[in-house]
């Protein structure tokens, strides 16, 4: 039997360790609390900078609802992968939103619409120095990239045909499966 | 009885995501439920921003409620475009001169919508600031002089393309305040045309 050896493999047993899959998880958490900081404390100013993707049916009540519910959703993700509470779902919504954020600028910069800060992290109208950096489309295409990437392999590992969870036998809260009955 | 090991972990992975989907639903619909209660909380809730003003769109059917009353101003395109600046506008342009005549009836409000280091480097004589970066922070000291709806309100920000003060504009607007402007050129062509510059 060939064994596995390099830094790939320790590195992959590191990420799905439990404590390394609950480092990731703070991770994303902490990212959910740095993003919805500004949103939730001046959401006109977060509501300018939806307006600037431009999206034709996103106005009037749609668009204060989303406004309003993203940052309650990232605040509330936060929680989730913190405590592992209703965790599949958390993993779930933020890999989806990783996605739709990822759509929403990549549809922005196709159009080639002028967005100097995404809105994503600060809602300052010109972000300077790193922050415009941090804030730049082009950073978090690769950025959201990555941590959709997390989220992915978090959920994999935790809740996938291969995560330690299953292996070791224990079961989900969920109800087993039928058996498998040969005809 | 007995299990196929190859299928039985594949389906309970099948299972997770149900499961996992179904939270998600419910992750949004309390996310829903609870910015909007925060939202009823606030001071200053936030509501759908109104119709653009038909003076500013030229298509049937708008509010134009703003019409009335209003001084002297072009009107603004309110065709989107694909610079930074929101496709909405509620306010009507206001050149230098204009300002300078109005500034001289005691009510005109004039609002610097740039951010305070922005503005603590220098501002239009008689201008209060109101960053819109920090509109919720600093709506109450800036309420005191929101006098009346048809009071007339100039708002300006950094130059001629940014977007503050337009948006500053357009939520004033919102809030019932129907003769807003905006300053053609912002400060720095306030400043360009070698006016009077107050320095805190």
Redesign the interface.
Known sequence: MKRRSGIMHWLNLALSSPIGLWIQRAFLAAIWFAACKDK??????F??FI??Y?IPWL???P???V???I???EL??GF?LLTGF?L??????TA?LMLAFLVLIGQAAI??????NCGCFS???QPEGLARFFDSMGFHIVFDLFLLGIALFV?WKT????SPR?MLGQ???????????PQ | ????PA??????????????????????V???V???A??STRELP????PKIPAEFTGTEGADSTLAEGSTPGTTQSAK?S???A???RHAKDITADELTAMADDGITLLLDSR?PEDYAGGYIPGAVNFP??????YYPAVSARLLFPEQPIVCYCEGGD???SH?LAS?LYSMGYTNVFVLVGGFEGWVEQGREVEIP
Not at chain 1, 159 to 162: A, E, I, Q, W
Not at chain 2, 1 to 4: D, R, S, Y
Request: glycine residues 6%; contains cysteine.
């Open positions: 939730l404390l001046f959401p006109r100013q509501r300018s307006e600037r431009q106005e009037g009540w668009l204060v609802l406004t309003l519910t940052p309650v959703l509330l993700l989730l209703a599949q779902g958390a993993l779930i919504l989806g159009r080639g619409l002028d967005i100097t809602v300052k109208d959920y809740f996938g045909p291969t299953r079961r989900s809260s969920t109800s087993a499966p039928e058996p498998y009955s | 009885m007995f299990t196929n299928t039985t972990p594949f389906r309970h992975a099948q299972a997770n995501l149900t499961r996992g989907l179904t939270q998600s639903v419910g992750i949004l309390a996310s829903l609870l910015a909007l925060f939202n936030l509501k759908p921003k989107p694909t610079s930074a929101p496709p909405t951010n819109f970066t920090q509109f919720e922070a940014c977007s503050l948006e939520e």
